[in-house]
């Protein structure tokens, strides 16, 4: 098999956190940033935009209102279509934070153009010689306003989402307090929960094999009556990393867990670390660099259990 792209970081880089990622929160964040967008804009009047009510006096307050929406929402066409892109670019890579830094200005320069550009030509009425030449300084100062724009509502909303990500693990972890810290009795069941907390499935121990990651699901792989089976989780790796440790599922790739009792050989193949299991009907799986140390460090102890 095939190692992930994903796998062979530098330890020391730091990359988005998952749930900045997760399409539910790719949605709010679009939605509410153009909703304070859409605030900023009628409360502080940047991007000369005051000059949109006066040019039509017979509307006054509602033509305003309309075209800062208007505005607003071809503003904001930018911040959707980037964050699509980088939603789908991140299934198959991570994103480190240095990336995601460069996507946000990126962000601000385009929106700051389409707000510079609607100012120069159209507010303005100014010839198209004055306007190219006007539209460099006047890009440079909306930046600045698009800044605030932008920054406050992104920083706002990691602040949430990253509480609530912890509040989940949190509750996942409290739902499986009484278990020994060091032992997992073999015919004991392990019980999995969505990130609402909710449980979704409880597998005996001996049955479990792998959890592999599937964008903003887990896919947990089980033996069932002589046969494979899988169940798809809504949560993180991340999540259940945190929740399980070592006692139990080992993590060995940003995109795998494994049941280590359930590992037989740990070999070198032409792709790097892999790891087979005592049961044909599992893939071999391979391990990364960012956690080969983590995985020959429980080798040399021997089982979790």
């Not at 890579?93 to 120069?120: C, D, K, N, P, R």
């Not at 930046?143 to 990500?165: E, G, M, N, R």
């Not at 940003?254 to 359930?262: A, E, L, Q, T």
Request: proline share 4%.
């Amino acid at each position: 098999m095939k190692a992930d792209k994903r796998s062979n970081r530098p330890a020391q880089v730091l990359y988005l956190p998952h749930y900045m990622n997760e399409k539910r929160n790719v949605v709010r964040l679009v939605l509410y940033t153009a909703a304070f967008a859409l605030l900023f804009l009628n409360i502080y009047q940047p991007f000369n935009s005051g000059a949109w009510a006066s040019s039509y006096s017979s509307g006054g307050r509602y033509v305003y209102v309309l075209f800062s929406s208007l505005v607003i929402l071809v503003g904001m066409s930018v911040i959707a279509i980037s964050r699509v892109i980088m939603y789908y670019y991140s299934r198959r890579h991570e994103i480190s934070l240095i990336v995601f830094a460069g996507v946000v200005m990126t962000e601000i320069a385009l929106m700051a153009l389409v707000y510079a550009l609607f100012q120069v030509f159209v507010l303005e009425d100014n010839s198209p010689a004055l306007a190219w030449e006007r539209l460099p300084g006047v890009w440079g100062e909306d930046v600045k306003k698009t800044s605030l724009v932008l920054l406050l509502p992104y920083s706002i909303l990691w602040l949430v989402f990253a509480l609530q990500d912890k509040a989940r693990t949190i509750e996942q972890m409290r739902s499986q307090e009484g278990y020994p810290s060091m032992a997992w009795p073999a015919n004991e069941m392990v019980s999995f929960y969505d990130e609402k907390g909710d449980l979704r499935l409880s597998v005996e121990k001996n049955s479990l094999y792998y959890i592999e990651s599937a964008d903003n699901y887990v896919k947990i792989h089980y033996l069932n009556k002589g046969k494979m089976q899988h169940f798809m989780l809504r949560n993180s790796l991340k999540n259940i990393d945190e929740l399980f440790g070592d006692r139990l599922l080992l993590r060995c790739h940003r995109s795998y867990m494994v049941n280590f009792d359930k590992v037989k050989v740990l070999r070198k193949a032409d792709e790097g670390l892999c790891m087979d299991f005592d049961s044909d009907q599992v893939p071999n799986i391979p391990i990364s660099k960012t956690y080969s140390a983590r995985v020959l460090e429980k080798f040399s102890k021997g089982p979790l259990s």
